[in-house]
């Protein structure tokens, strides 16, 4: 069973058994031990009930292409990224299908350094190879060597944060960051109420995805029964998280990044910090308040983690929830959480009065068109908003006003677009979506 449809911008994902199979799992590892010719690499799974079968193919198919393997079992997609840099190995290969629903399961990849391997390089060839399945016999099969990460993973993201005398309440959404939190808070302190922390791949309780407001009821609800100081949660695989605050709010996910932003600043003055192209006046407004250099970039992981390593930055934010820190240039949930829970600790302050006066403009959410030809509409918006002050053409389009600025990105998998405003007034706001709406559409002038 070949389906190409499952390779993917960033990583690989199908339907199980239809899409994605073990059979399958284990030519992916015959054409990743090809094309990388790595000699060494970590593999890590999630909980989805798939991975028990799933591993062990993909490990065949490794070993039978010459690499020698590095098992660490269970694991949260950090954890992975933090075992390929920790073991200093040629790269790895996590079975995970992220957020997406129990029916699900597939693959991240990466290089050494866990610098990931994604549609833009090298992924599609890797595909490639595994439509051929032309696969020589080697001379020497790779070993299996089973370690353990999660004590060091732990200590890491707890050095030097606390939340002594909070009051937290966190969803694991029944997702892999359960697997490690009981023993990250036995570190950081604070009362935690758990809520979902049991793994269970077929998410019975609700989808592990923060970034929809649905997936964030249970957790709103825990919080005000218990009266809680702020709550957390993270994605199936524990690369994104969320937070809401003592009144009920979710804080976005470019807020979070200039809360982060200052912390990191604090210890690195002048470094360059990243944010992505839908995120707020107020992510670059705090870096520079806090010393730093902000720096614009393309949606992605892949794309950020590159940039990163580009410029020198020592921290990336997503308003999709990743966070990004160095010396690994990976996502970590966790380190997200630890600075969070330790700015709120040390201000003496409720996260709700931490973010008001963050919350200097009016912003969308995320907006999706369907939109059959996304060239044109996105010409007829560049030709309306030419005389723009700033107009930044990657990943799309921003272009910015003094008083108000728009993102317009196509999908890179569906014919939509993606619309992220922000303006001084909602008034103003209203008005510009509808101008950009009928452009959009097609009816605009």
């Given at each position: 069973m ?5 390779y ?8 199980v058994?239809?899409?994605?199979d073990?059979?399958?799992c284990y030519?992916?590892g015959?054409?990743?031990a090809k ?9 890590a ?8 079968e799933?591993?062990p193919?993909?490990v065949?198919g ?5 690499v ?8 949260t ?10 073991f200093?190995?040629?790269g790895?290969v996590?079975?995970t299908?992220?957020h997406n629903p129990?029916?699900?399961n597939g693959?991240?990849?990466t290089?050494a ?6 549609g833009?390089?090298?992924?599609m060839?890797?595909r490639?190879l595994?439509?051929k ?5 080697v001379?020497?099969?790779g070993?299996t ?21 909070l009051?937290i309440?966190?969803?694991?959404g029944?997702g ?8 990250v808070f ?5 009362e935690v109420?758990p809520?979902y922390?049991e ?9 592990a ?12 609800k825990?919080?005000k029964?218990?009266?809680a ?5 993270f ?5 994104r998280?969320?937070f809401v605050?003592?009144q009920g709010e979710?804080?976005p ?11 990191v ?8 910090v990243?944010?992505?192209i ?6 670059p407004d705090?870096?520079?308040?806090a010393?730093?250099?902000p720096?614009?970039w ?6 950020i983690k590159?940039?990163?390593?580009e ?5 990336a934010?997503?308003v ?10 990976a ?16 201000e003496g302050?409720?996260?709700?009065e ?6 200097r ?8 068109y369907d939109?059959?030809?996304?060239e044109a ?5 560049k030709n ?5 002050s700033?107009?930044?053409d990657?990943d799309?389009i ?8 728009a ?9 939509k ?5 922000e303006?001084?007034?909602s ?15 097609g009816?605009g002038?």
């Open positions: 070949f389906n190409a449809s499952i993917r911008s960033y990583d690989i994902r199908g339907i058994p239809t899409e994605l073990k059979e399958e030519h992916i015959r054409a990743y094309f990388t010719g790595a000699k060494r690499v970590v593999v799974r999630d909980m989805r009930p798939s991975g028990d799933f591993e193919e993909l065949r490794l070993t039978e292409g010459g020698n393997v590095i098992r660490i079992g269970l694991a997609s950090p954890m992975f990224y933090f075992a390929v840099h920790f200093g190995a040629d790895g996590m079975v299908a992220s129990g029916q699900y693959l991240k990849m290089r350094e866990a610098v990931p391997i994604a833009d390089s090298g992924l060839d890797i490639d595994a439509e399945r032309d696969w020589e016999a001379t020497q099969a070993k060597e089973d370690k353990q990460i999660k004590d060091e993973y732990v200590q890491m993201v707890t050095a030097g944060f606390s939340a002594e005398g009051k309440v966190v969803d694991a029944n892999m960051s359960g697997y490690i939190l009981k023993d036995e570190r950081l302190g604070g109420v809520l922390w793994l269970d791949g077929s998410f019975p309780n609700h989808e995805d923060p970034l929809k407001e649905e997936n964030l009821e249970d957790l709103k825990v919080m029964q218990e009266k100081d702020l709550g957390v949660a994605d199936g695989d524990a690369d998280v969320f605050t003592d979710t804080v996910g470019d807020i979070t990044t200039a809360i982060i932003a200052k912390e600043l604090a210890k690195h003055k002048g470094a360059p990243l944010y992505d839908r995120a707020s006046w107020t992510t705090v870096i520079k308040e010393g730093g250099e720096v614009m393309k949606v992605g992981h892949s794309l590159a940039k990163m390593r410029v020198g930055a020592k921290f934010g997503e999709s929830g990743h966070f990004f820190f160095t010396p690994w240039f996502e970590s949930g966790m380190l997200a959480m630890g600075h969070v829970l330790t700015v709120v600790r040390r302050k409720s996260l709700s931490i973010v008001k006066p963050l919350l403009y009016v912003k969308t959410p995320e907006i999706n939109v059959p030809d996304k509409a996105i010409a007829r918006i309306q908003y030419s005389d723009a700033r107009i930044f990657f799309g921003r272009f910015e006003y003094e008083d108000w600025w993102s317009v990105r196509p999908s890179n998998t569906e014919p677009l993606r619309l992220n405003m303006a001084k007034t008034e103003l706001l209203e008005k510009k979506k509808a101008e950009i709406e009928g452009l959009i559409k009816d002038k």
